[in-house]
């Protein structure tokens, strides 16, 4: 059955909802018969990859993708245009765990979260849409959100700011919120 546009939109609004890690990265594809061609990783997330070069694959090839930074994937391009494309990745789950410890690395960088000792817990800064602070302990995180402790907790729906990354609160109770990460669109 095909999918319709509304579900195709959607499909790719969760797609581009997750975190991408901004590189460039230098690298080689190819397709079964064809041989390598230079390119550049411009980001990576759980899914896949976006790149750049001079000939990108067309859409629908299986390639595989060789960066000797971080490894060799196989893939689908999913799209191809104006010198960039796609690769969501097939097969083997490293790739999406890497990308996923990628994206949570940059994620952490992006909230200025200070690494707390042994007795204490990561902390952030978090600015309220009213302009004011409270310092917040980091309970936990993932690609596209994260849970914090604090005196008192921001409310459902406000938009904050947590080192450079906008977030949206997305539940409060007590001492404890959850925020979504707002991410650009790069795919």
Known sequence: MAES???????????R???RVAMRLPGTF????????????LDIAPGGIRAAASHPPETGTQVSLNVPALGTFQGNTV????????????GRSQPRELAKTLALRSGRARLAIVDGTPSTEPEAVV???????LAAR???MSVDGA???????PLDGE?????DMPCTVIKSRGGQFAVRFLLQDHM
């Open 5 to 15: 546009a509304l579900d195709q939109n959607a499909s790719t609004q969760e797609r």
């Open 30 to 41: 190819g397709a079964r018969s064809a041989s390598a061609t230079a390119c550049f990783i």
């Open 17 to 19: 909802s997750t975190n």
């Open 127 to 133: 600015r309220c849409g009213d302009g004011s602070t």
């Open 79 to 90: 799209w191809s245009r104006d010198g960039q494309f796609a690769i969501q990745f097939i």
């Open 147 to 153: 849970c914090f402790e604090a005196d008192r907790a």
């Open 138 to 140: 980091l309970v936990r």
């Open 159 to 163: 938009s904050v700011e947590i080192g």
